[in-house]
């Protein structure tokens, strides 16, 4: 019902910036929670940062005073600026919403594709 296409990933040096975005589209009844994970090769898929409907937000602590989450509701888009980026940083950054759906009651946990970031030293 919900599909996340993210966007902005690419190859940056080290100390630059980068800003992904993500929509959503297709059908549900709200959005409550979306964030940005990232995974490396080998490594667990861990949360970078993500906010709420109503704007607040979490970072992960590596990404603290870096990263900046956002969103504009009416455009169901979610966005995450990276300044001062590190090899370290580097991976596939995927987009995540909790969504509320009807009929039934539910909500389901989507992804998306995902885009790659790489961070050259």
């Known amino acids: 019902q919900v599909q996340l296409v993210e966007s902005g990933g690419g190859l940056v040096q080290a100390g630059g910036s980068l800003r992904l975005a993500c929509v959503a589209s297709?059908?549900?009844?709200?959005?409550?929670?979306m964030g940005w994970y990232r995974q490396a090769p080998g490594k667990q898929r861990e949360l970078v940062a993500d906010i709420t409907s109503g704007g607040r937000t979490n970072y992960a602590d590596s990404v603290k005073g870096r990263f900046t989450i956002s969103r504009d509701n009416l455009k169901n888009t979610v966005y995450l600026q990276m300044n001062s980026l590190k090899p370290e940083d580097t991976g596939v950054y995927y987009c995540?919403?909790?969504?509320?759906?009807?009929?039934?009651?539910?909500?389901?946990?989507?992804w998306g594709q995902g885009t790659q970031v790489t961070v050259s030293s």
């Open positions: 297709g059908s549900w009844f709200s959005i409550d929670t």
């Open positions: 995540n919403a909790d969504a509320l759906n009807r009929n039934p009651w539910r909500t389901i946990n989507y």
